[in-house]
């Protein structure tokens, strides 16, 4: 403590405030800082339930209805995946309940959109990179389907079972494919082309003779209707004989037909060995026609047919051919 010389206290000089002149004088503070911390906490609730009702989107203060449909397999079903109608989402899924008889869906309609009463729901797969969606089918009715409605589900294939139908048909497509390129098969379509070329060889080498065979026929048929139209010209020149004159005409006739019939063997001759030489080389569709019993059971049975009219017109000449002269 200090002391003065005389040994008094020292006393206060005369000009000091005191303590309650102090706070007279001291600034009156306006509540500005408080009225700002007040409309922040008001405006970060009113944005805090705003945020709420865009991301909550409830029923109630969006004039929804619900709705509710009962499956066997909700197909990984979430709350919150949408519910659409002919492509459009007029809803959610809100809830669901797994119970003894299936799963209880629930869901969140919007009363803007017109959903008959005699509709149906289906579970089905939005993709493969999208959640699972419900389908509302729409019925025919003119009603709107009531708050609280039970709607009947239509079941449909999940994505796995759709894969797995994929791949059993896949497996098929393969064993047919193995069965089809085994080494049996292989072996047989070879062994019915060498078959095919052989049958296409004695075709051509039968040809050939026939084609022979008729042009000496032919030959034949014109030296005696040489002869007959010598024998006719003596006729005539005795008597007129009209009878003898078509007779004539119908060998002149079927001689021209013989000449055509020569030159038409002759064309399938050299068209014969044409596809002989294309199935030497591996071209065409032999693979195809091979497999085709039926073809090379026709063309024995036509070869055996031709075998037997020539070996009937050899031993029979005039049931094919009748010249009569009067």
Do not use: C, W
Not at 65 to 93: E, F, L, S
Not at 204 to 223: H, I, P, W
Not at 233 to 259: F, G, N, W, Y
């Amino acid at each position: 403590m200090i002391q003065r010389a005389d040994g008094k206290a020292p006393t206060a000089p005369a000009n000091r405030l005191s303590q309650e002149d102090l706070r007279a004088m001291a600034p009156i503070r306006a509540p500005r800082r408080e009225i700002h911390v007040g409309l922040f906490v008001v405006l970060g609730l009113l944005a805090l339930l705003t945020s709420l009702f865009a991301l909550t989107d409830p029923g109630t203060f969006r004039g929804r209805y619900h709705v509710y449909t009962m499956v066997q397999d909700a197909g990984g079903i979430r709350k919150g995946d949408p519910v659409r109608m002919k492509g459009v989402n007029i809803g959610r899924i809100r809830d669901f309940e797994i119970g003894t008889n299936g799963v209880r869906v629930a869901m969140e309609m919007e009363k803007e959109f017109m959903v008959p009463a005699d509709s149906k729901i289906s579970i089905v797969s939005g993709g493969l990179l999208q959640s699972m969606v419900a389908v509302v089918e729409p019925g025919t009715s003119r009603e709107r389907v009531p708050d609280g409605a039970v709607l009947p589900n239509v079941d449909q294939p999940t994505l796995s079972q759709s894969a797995e139908s994929i791949a059993a048909k896949g497996d098929s497509v393969l064993l047919r494919a193995q069965r089809l390129l085994s080494d049996q098969t292989i072996n047989a379509v070879g062994g019915s082309a060498q078959d095919m070329q052989a049958l296409l060889k004695q075709l051509t080498l039968l040809a050939a003779e026939q084609r022979v065979q008729l042009t000496q026929l032919t030959t034949s048929l014109q030296s005696a209707a040489r002869g007959i139209e010598g024998t006719a010209r003596s006729v005539q020149a005795t008597a007129s004989q009209p009878e003898l004159a078509r007779a004539i005409a119908r060998t002149d006739s079927l001689s021209i037909k013989l000449d055509a019939a020569s030159g038409s063997l002759q064309a399938a001759a050299q068209s014969m060995a044409s596809f002989s030489g294309r199935i030497d080389r591996g071209e065409g569709t032999l693979g195809k026609l091979t497999q085709d019993d039926q073809l090379y059971t026709n063309l024995n049975a036509a070869v055996t047919s031709l075998n037997e009219l020539t070996a009937d017109i050899k031993a029979n000449p005039r049931r094919y051919i009748n010249v009569r002269v009067f």
